[in-house]
């Protein structure tokens, strides 16, 4: 037991010793005044090198941004119908009698009296007027052709079930290429509607993705706010620590007479170098072009103009 007791004791010696000891430096009554201080100094730098206007501006909003109308769900629902009714409107599903009756015509049922040309197999082209129709055979002139020994291109006006397969075929794969062009029509036009729509109604384009304007500028705006107090936080708090007489001693911020104290302890004559500054311990001047004004996403992509009421049609 007192080997363990031992071992815990100096544990928590050496926890205590590692505790940063600029909690007791700085008295506490002074802490929260010093604090308000360094804050009040921040936020007036904000105030003057950040305009929210001018942000919204670099980034090709309007001030103020707009809040959004309709959510993307319901963004998406109206630009699918629209782009849907154009599709249908260039490329009609009544192409498909257009189609039918072109096939009517390639496919005709030959009847007695016709004129004709058939290409029997073995033989030469037989032309001329048809005279008769068997089950068996035809009869062009005074040629008999055995109807086993035409191609289907021949014998499709022969036979009514053949002859409507033929044509529906060739209806079904003409519309089928009829469809593919209004899908690629529909897509191109859905692109192109959406922007419009996204843009209307309160959006912004970043990277790819629609996001509210009126979020992403404040998220801009604050941004830039965060870097501003950044950058300007430890210049602050060095001005507000010195109008209070505080010094810096061994890298740490301490009253006049704390430090003294240090220094008499230490052996070090009052007004020695142990209280002056280290290099690096106050920031130089804020750099000219301080950050408060952000330019523009490269990849948002906006164009501000009037609405198109989609959601009205």
Avoid at 257 to 269: H, I, L, M, Y
Wanted: glycine letters at 6%.
């Amino acid at each position: 037991m007192p080997a363990i007791f031992l071992h815990r004791a100096l544990a928590m010696l050496l926890f205590v010793a590692l505790l940063p000891s600029a909690l007791a430096i700085i008295p506490d009554e002074m802490v929260i005044q010093l604090n308000e201080e360094i804050e009040s100094k921040v936020e007036a730098a904000v105030a003057e090198l950040v305009n929210d206007k001018r942000v919204c501006r670099e980034l090709w909003c309007k001030w103020p941004p707009q809040q959004v109308k309709y959510s993307p769900a319901q963004i998406e629902k109206a630009v699918d119908q629209k782009a849907t009714a154009m599709a249908m409107q260039k490329f009609p599903d009544s192409q498909r009698g257009v189609y039918q009756n072109h096939a009517y015509k390639m496919f005709p049922l030959y009847e007695i009296g016709n004129n004709i040309t058939l290409h029997p197999a073995g033989r030469d082209p037989v032309a001329g007027i048809l005279r008769e129709i068997t089950p068996s055979y035809v009869k062009v002139n005074i040629t008999e052709v055995r109807l086993s020994d035409l191609p289907e291109s021949d014998l499709v006006h022969f036979n009514l079930q053949l002859s409507q397969r033929k044509a529906d075929e060739f209806v079904n794969a003409k519309m089928a290429e009829w469809r593919t062009h209004r899908a690629a029509f529909r897509s191109k036009a859905r692109e192109q509607i959406a922007d419009k729509a996204y843009t209307a109604y309160g959006y912004i384009r970043v990277e790819g993705r629609w996001l509210p304007k009126k979020d992403y500028v404040e998220a801009k705006i604050f941004e830039a706010k965060q870097k501003v107090r950044d950058e300007m936080e430890p210049l602050a708090r060095v001005q507000v620590y010195l109008a209070h007489g505080l010094e810096k001693y061994s890298n740490e911020w301490m009253t006049a007479e704390e430090a003294n104290a240090k220094r008499t302890a230490a052996g070090v004559p009052a007004g020695g170098g142990g209280g002056v500054p280290a290099a690096g311990d106050v920031p130089g001047d804020v750099p000219g072009d301080v950050p408060g004004d952000v330019p523009g996403d490269a990849g948002a992509v906006v164009e501000e103009g009037g609405e198109d009421d989609f959601f009205a049609e």
